[in-house]
Protein backbone atom coordinates (compact mmCIF):
# COMPACT_ATOMS: atom_id res chain seq x y z
CA UNK A 1 0.00 0.00 0.00
CA UNK A 2 1.02 3.36 -0.98
CA UNK A 3 0.06 6.97 -0.52
CA UNK A 4 -2.01 6.98 -3.32
CA UNK A 5 -4.04 4.15 -2.17
CA UNK A 6 -5.04 5.96 1.11
CA UNK A 7 -6.20 9.24 -1.20
CA UNK A 8 -6.33 8.17 -4.87
CA UNK A 9 -6.64 11.73 -5.95
CA UNK A 10 -2.33 12.25 -5.06
CA UNK A 11 -2.32 9.67 -7.88
CA UNK A 12 -4.03 12.36 -10.61
CA UNK A 13 -1.58 14.50 -12.96
CA UNK A 14 -2.39 16.62 -16.30
CA UNK A 15 0.32 16.32 -18.36
CA UNK A 16 0.77 19.50 -21.52
CA UNK A 17 3.77 20.38 -23.47
CA UNK A 18 5.09 22.41 -21.24
CA UNK A 19 4.20 21.36 -17.85
CA UNK A 20 2.65 18.75 -15.60
CA UNK A 21 0.13 19.46 -13.27
CA UNK A 22 -0.65 17.19 -9.99
CA UNK A 23 -2.09 17.30 -6.56
CA UNK A 24 -0.33 19.42 -4.12
CA UNK A 25 1.70 16.81 -2.06
CA UNK A 26 3.40 17.94 1.25
CA UNK A 27 6.50 17.49 -0.48
CA UNK A 28 5.42 20.56 -2.87
CA UNK A 29 4.75 23.00 -0.38
CA UNK A 30 8.57 25.08 0.14
CA UNK A 31 9.19 24.74 -3.74
CA UNK A 32 5.44 26.95 -3.99
CA UNK A 33 6.28 28.77 -1.24
CA UNK A 34 9.60 30.13 -2.36
CA UNK A 35 7.66 30.60 -6.15
CA UNK A 36 5.06 32.87 -4.26
CA UNK A 37 7.35 34.76 -2.03
CA UNK A 38 9.37 35.99 -5.10
CA UNK A 39 6.23 37.86 -6.37
CA UNK A 40 3.18 37.06 -8.28
CA UNK A 41 1.81 40.63 -9.09
CA UNK A 42 3.16 44.51 -9.00
CA UNK A 43 3.09 45.04 -5.18
CA UNK A 44 1.16 48.50 -5.80
CA UNK A 45 -2.26 46.72 -6.62
CA UNK A 46 -4.08 43.25 -5.26
CA UNK A 47 -5.61 40.59 -8.08
CA UNK A 48 -6.87 38.72 -5.10
CA UNK A 49 -9.74 38.88 -2.61
CA UNK A 50 -8.01 37.88 -0.09
CA UNK A 51 -5.15 39.28 -0.13
CA UNK A 52 -3.18 36.63 1.05
CA UNK A 53 0.26 37.39 -0.83
CA UNK A 54 0.69 40.58 1.03
CA UNK A 55 1.58 38.51 4.20
CA UNK A 56 5.22 38.41 5.22
CA UNK A 57 7.48 35.53 4.02
CA UNK A 58 7.14 33.31 7.13
CA UNK A 59 3.21 34.11 7.33
CA UNK A 60 2.95 33.32 4.03
CA UNK A 61 4.73 29.75 4.43
CA UNK A 62 2.89 28.76 7.47
CA UNK A 63 -0.58 30.14 5.49
CA UNK A 64 -0.27 28.51 2.20
CA UNK A 65 0.54 25.48 4.44
CA UNK A 66 -2.73 25.74 6.20
CA UNK A 67 -4.84 26.37 2.85
CA UNK A 68 -3.37 23.42 1.37
CA UNK A 69 -4.60 20.86 3.84
CA UNK A 70 -8.23 22.82 4.98
CA UNK A 71 -9.26 22.05 1.03
CA UNK A 72 -7.81 18.74 1.47
CA UNK A 73 -9.17 17.38 4.43
CA UNK A 74 -12.78 18.90 2.85
CA UNK A 75 -12.32 16.62 -0.17
CA UNK A 76 -16.25 14.92 -0.02
CA UNK A 77 -18.69 13.96 -2.98
CA UNK A 78 -20.36 16.82 -2.65
CA UNK A 79 -17.92 19.54 -2.61
CA UNK A 80 -14.36 19.24 -3.35
CA UNK A 81 -11.15 21.55 -4.36
CA UNK A 82 -8.41 19.92 -6.43
CA UNK A 83 -5.19 22.23 -5.92
CA UNK A 84 -2.65 21.59 -8.81
CA UNK A 85 0.98 22.25 -8.64
CA UNK A 86 1.99 23.55 -11.74
CA UNK A 87 5.37 22.46 -12.09
CA UNK A 88 8.04 23.27 -15.42
CA UNK A 89 11.19 21.48 -15.36
CA UNK A 90 10.75 20.12 -12.48
CA UNK A 91 10.08 23.14 -10.42
CA UNK A 92 7.08 24.11 -8.95
CA UNK A 93 5.78 28.01 -10.23
CA UNK A 94 1.98 27.99 -9.28
CA UNK A 95 -1.06 26.59 -8.28
CA UNK A 96 -3.98 25.97 -10.67
CA UNK A 97 -7.07 24.96 -8.34
CA UNK A 98 -10.90 23.30 -9.98
CA UNK A 99 -13.44 23.85 -7.32
CA UNK A 100 -16.95 22.26 -7.35
CA UNK A 101 -20.04 21.81 -5.55
CA UNK A 102 -22.82 19.53 -5.96
CA UNK A 103 -20.99 18.36 -9.18
CA UNK A 104 -23.42 15.25 -9.87
CA UNK A 105 -26.05 17.40 -10.43
CA UNK A 106 -24.76 20.62 -11.58
CA UNK A 107 -21.39 19.92 -13.67
CA UNK A 108 -20.19 23.08 -12.92
CA UNK A 109 -16.57 23.81 -11.86
CA UNK A 110 -15.18 27.08 -11.33
CA UNK A 111 -10.88 28.00 -11.29
CA UNK A 112 -8.61 30.03 -10.18
CA UNK A 113 -4.82 30.36 -10.19
CA UNK A 114 -1.49 31.84 -9.59
CA UNK A 115 1.90 32.08 -11.41
CA UNK A 116 5.32 32.93 -10.20
CA UNK A 117 5.96 36.51 -11.80
CA UNK A 118 8.70 35.34 -13.35
CA UNK A 119 7.21 32.95 -15.76
CA UNK A 120 4.18 35.22 -16.49
CA UNK A 121 3.81 35.99 -20.36
CA UNK A 122 5.15 33.23 -22.11
CA UNK A 123 1.46 31.48 -22.39
CA UNK A 124 1.66 29.19 -19.17
CA UNK A 125 -1.15 31.27 -17.79
CA UNK A 126 -3.17 29.89 -20.77
CA UNK A 127 -1.19 26.58 -20.85
CA UNK A 128 -2.49 25.59 -17.55
CA UNK A 129 -6.04 26.86 -16.94
CA UNK A 130 -6.59 24.72 -20.83
CA UNK A 131 -5.28 21.60 -19.21
CA UNK A 132 -7.77 21.29 -15.98
CA UNK A 133 -10.30 22.97 -18.84
CA UNK A 134 -10.23 19.55 -21.24
CA UNK A 135 -9.59 17.37 -17.55
CA UNK A 136 -12.82 18.79 -16.26
CA UNK A 137 -15.10 18.99 -20.12
CA UNK A 138 -13.40 15.25 -21.23
CA UNK A 139 -12.75 13.26 -18.24
CA UNK A 140 -14.90 14.79 -15.67
CA UNK A 141 -18.45 15.49 -17.39
CA UNK A 142 -18.39 18.94 -16.94
CA UNK A 143 -20.36 21.27 -18.99
CA UNK A 144 -19.78 25.11 -17.78
CA UNK A 145 -16.50 25.92 -16.38
CA UNK A 146 -16.45 29.61 -13.93
CA UNK A 147 -14.00 32.26 -12.92
CA UNK A 148 -13.67 36.00 -12.99
CA UNK A 149 -10.95 38.82 -12.62
CA UNK A 150 -10.34 42.29 -10.98
CA UNK A 151 -11.57 44.36 -14.08
CA UNK A 152 -8.03 46.06 -14.27
CA UNK A 153 -6.32 42.32 -14.44
CA UNK A 154 -6.33 42.12 -18.23
CA UNK A 155 -3.69 39.16 -18.18
CA UNK A 156 -6.08 36.36 -16.39
CA UNK A 157 -9.21 38.50 -18.21
CA UNK A 158 -7.49 37.52 -21.59
CA UNK A 159 -6.56 33.99 -20.64
CA UNK A 160 -9.99 33.58 -20.51
CA UNK A 161 -11.67 35.26 -23.17
CA UNK A 162 -8.77 33.42 -25.44
CA UNK A 163 -10.29 30.49 -24.31
CA UNK A 164 -13.61 31.53 -24.79
CA UNK A 165 -15.64 32.47 -21.19
CA UNK A 166 -17.41 35.13 -22.17
CA UNK A 167 -18.79 37.70 -19.39
CA UNK A 168 -21.75 36.88 -17.06
CA UNK A 169 -22.02 39.50 -15.03
CA UNK A 170 -19.82 41.23 -11.90
CA UNK A 171 -19.57 41.76 -8.38
CA UNK A 172 -18.12 43.91 -5.80
CA UNK A 173 -15.67 42.55 -3.68
CA UNK A 174 -12.72 43.83 -0.90
CA UNK A 175 -9.51 43.37 -1.67
CA UNK A 176 -6.96 45.03 0.71
CA UNK A 177 -7.90 47.76 3.74
CA UNK A 178 -11.41 47.59 2.65
CA UNK A 179 -11.08 48.79 -0.81
CA UNK A 180 -14.25 48.05 -2.74
CA UNK A 181 -13.10 46.14 -6.00
CA UNK A 182 -15.03 45.53 -9.53
CA UNK A 183 -15.15 41.43 -10.19
CA UNK A 184 -15.61 40.51 -13.81
CA UNK A 185 -17.42 36.77 -13.75
CA UNK A 186 -16.93 34.55 -16.94
CA UNK A 187 -18.64 31.60 -17.78
CA UNK A 188 -17.33 29.03 -20.46
CA UNK A 189 -19.26 26.35 -21.80
CA UNK A 190 -18.42 23.31 -23.22
CA UNK A 191 -19.12 23.56 -26.41
CA UNK A 192 -17.59 27.13 -27.23
CA UNK A 193 -14.25 25.84 -25.56
CA UNK A 194 -11.15 27.12 -27.63
CA UNK A 195 -9.29 23.55 -27.28
CA UNK A 196 -5.51 23.88 -27.25
CA UNK A 197 -3.62 22.57 -30.77
CA UNK A 198 -1.87 20.07 -27.98
CA UNK A 199 -3.97 16.83 -26.59
CA UNK A 200 -3.81 16.39 -22.42
CA UNK A 201 -2.33 13.43 -21.16
CA UNK A 202 -4.16 12.50 -18.26
CA UNK A 203 -2.55 9.84 -15.80
CA UNK A 204 -3.82 8.25 -12.36
CA UNK A 205 -7.74 9.18 -13.16
CA UNK A 206 -8.67 5.64 -11.42
CA UNK A 207 -12.25 4.36 -10.18
CA UNK A 208 -11.31 5.50 -6.66
CA UNK A 209 -10.74 9.34 -8.00
CA UNK A 210 -13.70 8.63 -9.69
CA UNK A 211 -15.33 7.66 -6.32
CA UNK A 212 -13.74 10.09 -4.26
CA UNK A 213 -15.33 13.19 -6.12
CA UNK A 214 -18.58 11.80 -6.47
CA UNK A 215 -19.15 11.00 -10.00
Not at 3 to 24: A, K, N, Q, Y
Not at 109 to 127: N, P, Y
Not at 136 to 142: M, P, S, T, V
Amino acid sequence: MDLVDVWPIFGLTLRTPRLELRLVRDGDLPGLAEAAIRGIHDPAVMPFAHPWSDQSPDVLRRELARYVWRERVGTAPEGWTLLFAVIEDGVPIGIQDVRASRFAALRTVSTGSWLTASRQGVGLGIEMRAAVLAFCFDHLGAEVAESGAIDWNEPSLGVSRHLGYVENGEKRVVTREHLVEREVLLRLERERFRRPEWELEVDGFADAVREQLGL
